[in-house]
């Protein structure tokens, strides 16, 4: 994959605007099609499949944010076609290594989330997962996190992440700015959704956040 690329998060919470928005994402020139974490919660796994089928040729991401018992997940969602699924960092080893088990057995590639893991621990802990041998690290700034901890941004740390390990770091924004900021960090793919999907002309919005997120890193080579 040619970096940086661009994972579009479709966190509705139902299928038919699942569609709807992983449309929109397509047109835009999405890379990876990610079924989000409402969508599954809400629909259930088997919604995994009806993403693959709606993507078509695109990659699909499980973010199912995995924690216990994570081989089962990785293992369903490979069955449904999915190419990526998300184990959260923060987690115990054990369950780092059953995704990555489940990843080598079944053909699916495992983004270690790094969603929680305290500021200070982010660089430690990218290493020791790496260690294990996920493929990917995620930096992810959750929404109630902004809520409550207004002054944390995107890109926080990203750098220390990239300068830590050897794969592939994505960063989870929420515009333009938190993009090129992650990008300068080194962030090798971004994910992006909310809140450009449910906006008003939000194939235009989506198409120019893609173009510029990929104009900029050709320009910095």
Not at 104 to 133: C, N
Request: net charge negative.
């Amino acid at each position: 994959m040619q970096k940086p690329w661009v994972q579009i998060a479709i966190d509705t919470l139902n299928v038919e605007k699942a569609n709807e928005y992983t449309q929109i994402a397509l047109q835009a020139g999405a890379d990876w099609i990610e079924a989000g974490t409402p969508l599954i919660y809400f629909e259930g796994i088997k919604v995994i499949g009806k993403m693959v089928e709606f993507s078509k040729d695109v990659p699909v991401v499980a973010d199912f944010k995995a924690q216990d018992g994570v081989y089962k997940y990785f293992a369903d969602a490979a069955k449904q076609g999915a190419k990526v699924a998300t184990v959260l960092a923060q987690m115990n080893d054990g369950s780092i290594q059953e995704a990555v088990r489940a990843g080598k057995e079944h053909g699916i590639q495992v983004i270690a989330d790094l969603f929680s893991v305290k500021p200070e621990d982010l660089a430690q802990r990218a290493k020791e997962v790496e260690a294990l041998g996920v493929d990917y690290l995620l930096k992810h700034l959750g929404m109630d996190e902004t809520k409550y901890y207004p002054d944390r941004k995107c890109a926080d740390g990203v750098k220390e992440i990239v300068d830590a390990v050897s794969i592939p770091v994505g960063v989870s924004t929420f515009g333009i700015e938190d993009a090129l900021e992650a990008l300068q960090a080194g962030a090798s793919f971004i994910v992006q959704g909310e809140p450009i999907l449910s906006s008003e002309n939000a194939l235009e919005k989506l198409t120019a956040f893609i173009t510029t997120v990929k104009a900029t890193a050709n320009e910095n080579k």
